[in-house]
């Protein structure tokens, strides 16, 4: 790659006017995305990576290398860091988005195929899309739903009430508006130049971190424990993959703007009423019930849902296609074998015709939920992510989440979460408790 720099140039502005998405249909359920980085964009990272390797580069007997010797000896290095970066700091987060804005309804998430830097200096990252078919929305919330009944063992309800208090109480030792460890923050990253004095205003991006307390895994964590909203500081440990990791490009200097948090213990009964358009504290109780309400290792909560999948499926009939159902049993292989019990699993000798149903069911799920939430209209903004990530807070709070990433969405290790794509996962959630408000009010 040989991009001509120019000494001149200013920083641009970077708008959804310097990115470009298209999208096109390949077969009945393959469509092709191509996302387009305007070369001002490219030229200006290149830039600012050449001085980062100038500054990190030391050659015994050169005070400074030649601009000509770090293009020669450092190409292919930086050339694969550059669209990297560019991916993980810039496309993705943007792609993401326009399937949002666009109404896009995706069997799972886009899959890069290729990143070129062209001619013109102008970045392009290519996508497979596997799309579903669209479904005919029947007008549900006119289908007879009767909830699944709760347990009426004696304890239960003291059962709840204990567990209330118990939130409330640890919630009160925490401070709300201080970032504490194990506490998920949402931030803006935007890009500095090498004195960190020139900001591109405009290249920013949003992310989710949880504050780990095993800094070594992720170091830029600790610089967030103590802050509040709106606090500032500036890191060059940001980084967003494995194939950043050791390159001196992850090296950037980022303004990092804490936006929000969301507490990592307790219970927050406001962030709960407003999650599922509780009134009282009664309302809450008698909800909270649902994830200690149990027949046959089932509780109540998850017994709602699939009762009601059940009535929308025998109401909107639909086939995923075979190739989805792979590419899925895939990612749910690769997911369980990380877990120690994987084993154990894999003995059983129905396991592969398990894990067949498995994919199958979640397809059809989100499918059917994505439709609803373009049909209805529905988004999910910060206030419903917080929501979201509030369930993470205790073990048996997170019965209330159906839809779940089939890795952690915040292990030790993880890097930042683009926003848009906690956006798109809060939507799932959000169109579900929706749906539910409607069929049992």
């Known amino acids: 790659m040989d991009i001509v720099l120019n000494e001149e140039q200013a920083p641009p502005e970077i708008t959804n006017n310097l990115l470009n998405f298209s999208f096109k249909k390949i077969s009945s359920h393959l469509s092709q995305g191509i996302v387009e980085v305007d070369p001002s964009i490219v030229e200006t990272i290149y830039k600012e990576t050449i001085t980062l390797y100038k500054k990190n580069i030391n050659t015994a007997g050169l005070k400074e290398l030649p601009i000509s010797y770090i293009q020669r000896i450092y190409k292919d290095e930086i050339d694969a860091g550059l669209k990297n970066f560019i991916f993980y700091h810039l496309t993705l987060n943007y792609i993401i988005n326009e399937i949002l804005n666009q109404k896009i309804s995706i069997a799972q998430y886009p899959r890069l195929t290729k990143m070129t830097i062209l001619p013109d200096n102008k970045a392009q990252f290519n996508f497979d899309f596997s799309v579903a078919d669209a479904i005919d929305i029947k007008e549900w919330k006119f289908f007879p739903f009767k909830t699944p009944k709760r347990k009426n063992y004696k304890d239960l309800d003291s059962q709840v009430a204990s567990f209330l208090k118990k939130e409330q109480k640890i919630a009160k030792r925490h401070k709300p508006d201080v970032i504490e460890h194990s506490d998920i923050v949402c931030f803006e990253a935007i890009l500095l130049n090498q004195e960190q004095k020139k900001e591109f205003e405009t290249f920013q991006n949003e992310l989710w971190i949880k504050i780990n307390p095993k800094p070594v895994l992720q170091p830029i964590s600790t610089f967030f424990v103590g802050k509040k909203v709106g606090d500032k500081f500036i890191s060059n440990n940001l980084v967003l993959s494995d194939e950043l990791e050791g390159n001196i490009i992850s090296k950037h200097n980022f303004l990092i703007i804490i936006k929000n948090i969301v507490k990592g213990t ?104 994505d439709q609803i939430a373009n049909k209805e209209g529905i988004k999910a ?20 989440v ?14 930042p979460i683009p926003h848009n794509i906690m956006k798109h996962i809060a939507r799932r959630e959000r169109t579900l408790n929706h749906v539910l408000h409607h069929l049992t009010k």
């Open 266 to 369: 307790g219970f927050r009964i406001e962030e709960f009423k407003s999650s599922f358009k509780l009134k009282n504290k009664t309302d809450v109780l008698k909800k909270i019930v649902e994830i200690f309400s149990y027949r046959n290792d089932i509780s109540q909560r998850r017994t709602i849902i699939e009762e009601m999948f059940h009535l929308f499926f025998a109401r909107h009939r639909f086939q995923i296609p075979k190739h989805m159902i792979i590419r899925r049993q895939e990612e749910i292989l690769n997911s369980l074998k990380k877990r120690p019990d994987y084993r154990v699993y894999k003995n059983n000798a129905n396991f592969i015709n398990q894990v067949n149903e498995l994919a199958e069911k979640m397809l059809k799920e989100e499918t059917l939920i």
């Open 381 to 400: 903004e910060q206030k419903h992510i917080r929501q979201y990530l509030s369930f993470f807070t205790n073990e048996r709070l997170k019965e209330f």
């Open 402 to 415: 159906y839809f779940k990433p089939l890795n952690d969405l915040f292990d030790e290790s993880s890097p």
